[in-house]
């Protein structure tokens, strides 16, 4: 390869779609005829914002539906009976699934973009480029890179290691490698990232707070290592981050005037509770919006709380519905019940031809969301509504400009109690329950005195249902208890109930089949990587 072509490596940083592609190869490497390096990243603004598409484009097609098919309808949170999103409510999904092949490449294409800056973007930079910017960005890289894996680690178990896209690109076939050997990687990444990171507290510069920091990074290890039961260090490094004061809960006692209801709207983008969210902003193109208020939200003849002409490909499922005592503040926040009352969502009534202001839940059976009874709340923010929820798109997929949190500060509380509870029946520990209860004080429950293993998984549930951690959270439960509590569930909607009882092998997803026709070696059993 000559020097002029080495130099020209980046059409991913410019164009992300093209990697995010159902038609690419996890392996195929970003295109070498675009932008240099070399001449782009000239000054500390473009390094900067080298990762913006990191946090937004390259997720796009794992948000959009396959993180709430698998993690939320796989895990009885919510029901659905579209064809393209329900083959986890009955455990039916194989590897043909097209949304499979979605979260799939998405996931590689984060991985693929990380690593361009991981391994050319200190040598591809400037003279006038500051030394501590380039290190945050390949830290900010090093970051996305271990949650991808997190993420593909958790769903498929064995995958391929790559840290670096040009080794393969002249042999894609590869072996996938061992799990543990998987989540060595991912320390060793969140590990780096924390070494190269910003240190920065959260306030109301709300702008300058979407992109990660060394605080988020400790963050997502403590998950780790909770996942890994190291809850020594899992608790240590949780403590770290709240010792430093970088994260408040939204509402609680630091934040007061605030509510758990505040956290999912437009203008609270990036609040001091955001540990790490995708940084949705309606630019005019597709796969720059969030489509959750189109999925989620309540779509009738007579109204709709949707840009656009469709709504409710998800709704709460029946096991959800009687999750939360009436005296939660997250129940009204978390699920549309027949008869509430939203006074600061602006909707579309009298078959979408009149906008209006608030409006109260109709009754069961003409509340549309695949027959459930209910709606899903969260994340559903209304029309379009001026800076109430920022650029939007008024046709197509409706597309808004809310995040989609992946954690938040709420979760690290929990995983700090959970830590310390460390597999054990109970724990009365004082720390433990400052943290417990702090977030179900936010929700308007009484303190506890003491915390189970069942208390733990109930409160987590609670908190962050419909954001993608209760199926992750049943497939680290003892498989027969977690086998259990889905074959209770009911997945049928609000007139026909149904049960499925799920086997040990749906805990993790079928590879896709078409790259598996691509790479048969995904099938073999995985190898050891060599970290040298």
Known sequence: MNKKVIGRFTAVLASVLILASCSQDFTDRPSEDAISLDSYYSTNEQVASATNVLYSRTWFNFETKFFFAVAEVGSGNMYTNSSDVNALRDFSMNGSYAILQDGWASLWANIAQANALINFLEERVGPDVDPEVVQNTIGEAYFLRATAYFYLVRLWGAVPIIENNLDYANSPQIPTNRVEDVYTLIEMDYLKAIDRLYEKNRGSNYADNGHVSKGSAKAMLAKVYLYEQKYTEAKQIAEEVISSGEFKLFGGQELPGKSFADLFTYPNNN????????????????????????????????????????????????????????????????????????????????????????????????????????????????????????????????AMSNNTYIMRYAELLLIHAEAILAGGGSTSDVSALNSFNAVRNRAGLPSVSSITPEDMFLERRKELAFEGDYWFDLGRRPRAEAIAIMSAQNRGDMNYAQYFTPTDADFLLDYPANEVARNPKLLEPPVPYDFN
């Not at 999925?295 to 840009?307: M, P, V």
């Not at 602006?346 to 209910?374: R, W, Y």
């Not at 001026?386 to 798109?393: A, I, R």
């Open 271 to 398: 609040n001091e509770e955001s540990i790490f969210a995708l940084q949705w902003l309606w630019d005019g193109n597709y796969g720059s919006g969030n489509i959750c208020n189109t999925q989620f939200g309540i779509s009738t003849g007579d109204l709709t709380t949707s840009n656009c002409s469709y709504g409710g490909v998800f709704a709460p499922s029946q096991d959800i519905l009687s999750l939360y005592e009436t005296n939660d503040l997250r129940r009204h926040e978390t699920i549309m019940f027949p008869g509430e009352e939203y006074t600061n969502i602006k909707v579309l009534i009298n078959g979408g031809q009149t906008e209006q202001m608030g409006f109260i839940v109709p009754a069961a059976t003409a509340i549309g969301g695949q027959g459930a009874g209910a709606a899903i709340k969260k994340y559903v923010i209304g029309i379009e509504n001026g800076n109430e929820t920022g650029p939007t798109q008024t046709s197509g997929n409706g």
